[in-house]
T-cell receptor, first 113, second 113 residues
């Protein structure tokens, strides 16, 4: 059958292309999702978030799509730039104070000019 | 804008020694989280505190302990260090409510020799 949103550990794109990074989350009770960007030697940096009552949210050059039916999250980056090269993580949690944010497997995005 | 401050940035210890990592959250953030990230791995949740009380617990070894103080800063205490404890340790903070993204510091790189 078709694999929707297969997670890839690495993604290589040309500058100016659109990038799509996929993530499958595990907990049906999760109701808050975040994408982080992590550059070498730095902590994860917030990109965009989405709550479970939404299926799409747009930011500057980024769009997050949420499909709760198949527990899938994607991050779309428009007009990818070399500065976008980093590891991208999706994370999930339940909106309760102090509960853990659980990270998915990262995807290393490499942008060549 | 003020970010999460972690100290020290680098720490080298020998096996069986102890280490203390410190975290100063963003002002008015009352929740702190600790994560461990091995090379090429996703961040693994250790423990979190909300209003100075432990709020969630992950895969934190019994050799580790943490606390949050009245000024909301937190310390992660690690005893009987093992080679496998070598990793990046991140602290993150968020305001209460559970529906705000976590803001991460740039981590402490612990090397156990």
């Amino acid at each position: 059958g078709e694999s929707v949103g297969l997670h890839l550990p690495t993604l290589s794109v040309q500058e100016g292309d659109n990038s799509i990074i996929n993530c499958a989350y595990s907990n049906s009770a999760s109701d808050y999702f975040i994408w982080y960007k992590q550059e070498s030697g730095k902590g994860p940096q917030f990109i965009i978030d989405i709550r479970s009552n939404m299926d799409k949210r747009q930011g500057q050059r980024v769009t997050v799509l949420l499909n709760k039916t198949v527990k899938h999250l994607s991050l779309q980056i428009a007009a990818t730039q070399p500065g976008d090269s980093a590891v991208y993580f999706c994370a999930e949690n339940r909106r309760q104070a102090g509960t853990a944010l659980i990270f998915g497997k990262g995807t290393t995005l490499s942008v060549s000019s | 804008a003020a970010g999460v401050i972690q100290s020290p940035r680098h720490l080298i210890k020998e096996k069986r020694e102890t280490a203390t990592l410190k975290c100063y959250p963003i002002p008015r953030h009352d929740t702190v989280y600790w994560y461990q990230q091995g090379p090429g791995q996703d961040p693994q949740f250790l423990i979190s505190f909300y209003e100075k009380m432990q709020s969630d617990k992950g895969s934190i070894p019994d050799r580790f302990s943490a606390q949050q103080f009245s000024d909301y800063h937190s310390e992660l205490n690690m005893s009987s260090l093992e080679l496998g404890d070598s990793a990046l340790y991140f602290c993150a903070s968020s305001p209460s409510g559970g529906d705000s993204p976590l803001h991460f510091g740039n981590g402490t790189r612990l090397t156990v020799t």
